[in-house]
């Protein structure tokens, strides 16, 4: 089960350290996340496993770290000085700014008025001043894409690794947009990674037989990530590709498809990343001597700056009409564009689960049954004065709204109904529009929270690969030295190999449940039986605890390595 909403999720990034707002001691600052001990490690986790799908898994593909600041002409030839803007649209009603083309109707999204102005183009590049002087010559851009970096160092690296077509360069690294709606959470922020590919491949024309042309190599990337996501845990009836219409498609691009994860709540489908052909488009705009006919297909200016051609020597080439061997030419480009942020969002949503642990006895469960109906008696009065004084001469300002009382009944006997599996749905019932001003809420809300604690967990179903620790290690007593230098020492043992934790800060149950909650995969308790002492043919052993099925097996110390090796492979 996905998260149910976007806000279970964002509470417990904060209450477990994986994101803080950014500044936040400050009053924060809008829209800026910082990833904490654990979200470092799940973004980081992210990426590896990106990088090593898309660069150390295939035969075909090199790596590069290209500089943020660049020269400005990238970004007048690339086309982001004219063009990467986005159509601003204010409503004159309520203030606030909307993209053009997230507007239904055009109509505000905040207070549905139609009182808007026209749109207006806004570019979303950074500007910065490189050196002590604040002139127009000084002027550089926070890239907005890594793509560029890889573009205007293709030579560099064709010729330092003597690749031939098709082949890849990856990256990934910080981006910076001055978006004009930020939010939902860290699904668009205005700082943010990128893992971008440049996938390098023959233009139609110089195909030889048996090769793969450029849409066939474009489907083949569209599956590949399509599957990296299901694979490292997404469901794939939460994932969809998604052809991008003639409108949306940028004129050089042959096809984009993006893949949308389904996010809970209003996000709803989403935008994980685009995968793009786009043909000779970038290579030739960073190009000097491409011909005038190219230039008019492709509707580019003239590049009177670059000091090169950014073209590829196919000495295998023939040409059928002279038979000449060799060509030179611009390839094409796939471009496969993710955002890590935006996949460690999904990933997170995608993993959260709550669920029932063991059910509490019927006579644990009576004083909250009679607080629930104590709380919908009293509610139901509360509607039936509400509506009375509507029918004398319409509510007050204060007064409650029957129509919120209402929802928060309906929600609270449908909990009652489903206890005990419906516990984990009372603080939402109980977190309802005006439930904050029933008294005897407070009362309902003490009691489940309660029995959450005792009888629920969090558990945060995430890919080992991606798992921010892989194994926790508790010793039962922490007043037993012997006990603890053991746990200490396994600890030390796996740490060169996984993400190892050491924790001897509560309870064991207490301890288990905050390692679920967290998501890792495993959890090893030493005990008094790994002392030997009563059996000895339980010495040297320890119990490791599976996070989801929270089954426990017993194992030897000396086989954990290869035990956790081949479970997190
Ligand atoms: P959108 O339409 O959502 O603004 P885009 O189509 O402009 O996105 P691209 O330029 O294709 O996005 O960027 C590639 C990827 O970078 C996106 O698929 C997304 O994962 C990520 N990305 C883009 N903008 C943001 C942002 N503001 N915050 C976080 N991630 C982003």
Redesign the pocket.
Same mark, same amino acid.
């Given at each position: 089960m996905p998260a149910p909403s976007m806000e279970r999720v964002v509470s417990l990034c904060k209450r477990r350290g994986f994101i803080f707002a950014n500044s936040e001691i400050y009053g924060g600052f809008v829209s800026t996340w910082d990833y904490g001990p654990l979200g470092v490690e799940l973004k980081n986790n992210v990426m590896r496993a990106w990088w090593r799908s898309v660069v150390y898994e295939r035969e075909d593909m090199e790596g590069l770290d290209a500089a943020i600041l660049m020269n400005r002409l990238v970004w007048k030839y690339s086309g982001h000085e004219a063009t990467f803007t986005d159509p601003l649209i204010d409503c004159r009603n309520c203030k606030t700014r909307h993209r053009a083309d997230h507007l239904k109707d055009r109509k505000s999204t905040n207070c549905g008025s139609t009182d808007l102005t026209e749109a207006r183009n806004f570019n979303q590049m950074f500007k910065t001043i490189v050196g002590p002087v604040e002139s127009e010559e000084n002027i550089a851009y926070l890239r907005p =894409?890594t793509a560029q970096g890889i573009f205007v160092n293709f030579l560099n690296v064709l010729q330092t690794t003597r690749r031939k077509l098709p082949f890849g360069i990856a990256q990934i690294g910080k981006v910076f947009?001055n =978006?004009i709606t930020?939010g939902n959470f860290t699904?668009? +922020?205005?700082e943010?990674e990128?893992m971008e590919i440049e996938y390098f491949c023959k233009p139609p024309k110089f195909l030889q037989p048996g090769e793969k042309n450029d849409v066939e190599l474009h489907q083949e990337w569209v599956d590949q990530r399509f599957a990296w996501y299901v694979n490292l845990g997404i469901a794939r009836e939460r994932l969809r590709k998604r052809d991008q219409t003639p409108e949306e498609l940028a004129h050089y691009a042959k096809a984009t498809v993006d893949i949308e994860y389904l996010f809970p709540g209003s996000l709803g489908f989403s =935008?994980?990343?685009?995968i793009a052909n786009r043909q000779d488009y970038d290579l030739s705009a960073h190009s000097r001597d491409v011909p005038e006919e190219d230039l008019v297909r492709l509707k580019l200016q003239k590049n009177t700056d670059s000091t090169t051609k950014l073209e590829y020597f196919d000495d295998q080439y023939l040409d059928p009409v002279t038979g000449k061997k060799g060509a030179r030419y611009i390839p094409y480009v796939i471009e496969p564009?993710?955002?890590p +942020?935006?996949a460690t969002l999904a990933f997170l949503c995608e993993a959260y689960d709550e669920e029932l642990v063991s059910e509490p006895k019927e006579e644990e469960l009576k004083p909250l049954r009679e607080a629930l109906a104590a709380a919908r008696k009293n509610i139901d009065k509360k509607i039936a004065e509400a509506e009375k004084a509507a029918q004398k001469g319409g509510l007050k300002g204060d007064a409650p709204n029957p129509d919120h009382l209402r929802s928060i009944n309906q929600a609270l006997e449908k909990a009652e109904v489903g206890l005990p599996n419906s516990l984990l749905n009372i603080e939402d019932a109980c977190s309802l529009p005006g439930a904050d001003r029933i008294e005897l809420l407070k009362k309902v809300r003490q009691i489940a929270g309660k029995l959450c604690d005792d009888y629920t967990r969090v558990v945060l179903r995430l890919h080992p690969q991606l798992a921010p620790i892989k194994v926790a290690v508790f010793p039962l007593m922490k007043k037993e030295p012997r006990i603890v230098e053991i746990a200490r020492q396994i600890r030390r043992d796996l740490q060169p190999l996984m993400r190892a934790v050491y924790d001897d800060t509560g309870a064991i149950g207490r301890l288990y449940r905050r390692q679920d909650e967290i998501g890792t995969p495993f959890c090893i308790t030493v005990d008094f039986e790994t002392l030997g002492e009563k059996e000895p043919e339980l010495k040297n052993t320890v119990t490791v605890r599976d996070r989801d099925s929270m089954r426990q097996e017993r194992i030897a110390i000396s086989d954990l390595r290869n035990f956790l090796m081949e479970k997190l492979k």
């Amino acid at each position: 089960m996905p998260a149910p909403s976007m806000e279970r999720v964002v509470s417990l990034c904060k209450r477990r350290g994986f994101i803080f707002a950014n500044s936040e001691i400050y009053g924060g600052f809008v829209s800026t996340w910082d990833y904490g001990p654990l979200g470092v490690e799940l973004k980081n986790n992210v990426m590896r496993a990106w990088w090593r799908s898309v660069v150390y898994e295939r035969e075909d593909m090199e790596g590069l770290d290209a500089a943020i600041l660049m020269n400005r002409l990238v970004w007048k030839y690339s086309g982001h000085e004219a063009t990467f803007t986005d159509p601003l649209i204010d409503c004159r009603n309520c203030k606030t700014r909307h993209r053009a083309d997230h507007l239904k109707d055009r109509k505000s999204t905040n207070c549905g008025s139609t009182d808007l102005t026209e749109a207006r183009n806004f570019n979303q590049m950074f500007k910065t001043i490189v050196g002590p002087v604040e002139s127009e010559e000084n002027i550089a851009y926070l890239r907005p =894409e890594t793509a560029q970096g890889i573009f205007v160092n293709f030579l560099n690296v064709l010729q330092t690794t003597r690749r031939k077509l098709p082949f890849g360069i990856a990256q990934i690294g910080k981006v910076f947009r001055n =978006e004009i709606t930020p939010g939902n959470f860290t699904f668009r +922020t205005r700082e943010f990674e990128q893992m971008e590919i440049e996938y390098f491949c023959k233009p139609p024309k110089f195909l030889q037989p048996g090769e793969k042309n450029d849409v066939e190599l474009h489907q083949e990337w569209v599956d590949q990530r399509f599957a990296w996501y299901v694979n490292l845990g997404i469901a794939r009836e939460r994932l969809r590709k998604r052809d991008q219409t003639p409108e949306e498609l940028a004129h050089y691009a042959k096809a984009t498809v993006d893949i949308e994860y389904l996010f809970p709540g209003s996000l709803g489908f989403s =935008e994980l990343e685009g995968i793009a052909n786009r043909q000779d488009y970038d290579l030739s705009a960073h190009s000097r001597d491409v011909p005038e006919e190219d230039l008019v297909r492709l509707k580019l200016q003239k590049n009177t700056d670059s000091t090169t051609k950014l073209e590829y020597f196919d000495d295998q080439y023939l040409d059928p009409v002279t038979g000449k061997k060799g060509a030179r030419y611009i390839p094409y480009v796939i471009e496969p564009s993710a955002g890590p +942020t935006r996949a460690t969002l999904a990933f997170l949503c995608e993993a959260y689960d709550e669920e029932l642990v063991s059910e509490p006895k019927e006579e644990e469960l009576k004083p909250l049954r009679e607080a629930l109906a104590a709380a919908r008696k009293n509610i139901d009065k509360k509607i039936a004065e509400a509506e009375k004084a509507a029918q004398k001469g319409g509510l007050k300002g204060d007064a409650p709204n029957p129509d919120h009382l209402r929802s928060i009944n309906q929600a609270l006997e449908k909990a009652e109904v489903g206890l005990p599996n419906s516990l984990l749905n009372i603080e939402d019932a109980c977190s309802l529009p005006g439930a904050d001003r029933i008294e005897l809420l407070k009362k309902v809300r003490q009691i489940a929270g309660k029995l959450c604690d005792d009888y629920t967990r969090v558990v945060l179903r995430l890919h080992p690969q991606l798992a921010p620790i892989k194994v926790a290690v508790f010793p039962l007593m922490k007043k037993e030295p012997r006990i603890v230098e053991i746990a200490r020492q396994i600890r030390r043992d796996l740490q060169p190999l996984m993400r190892a934790v050491y924790d001897d800060t509560g309870a064991i149950g207490r301890l288990y449940r905050r390692q679920d909650e967290i998501g890792t995969p495993f959890c090893i308790t030493v005990d008094f039986e790994t002392l030997g002492e009563k059996e000895p043919e339980l010495k040297n052993t320890v119990t490791v605890r599976d996070r989801d099925s929270m089954r426990q097996e017993r194992i030897a110390i000396s086989d954990l390595r290869n035990f956790l090796m081949e479970k997190l492979k």
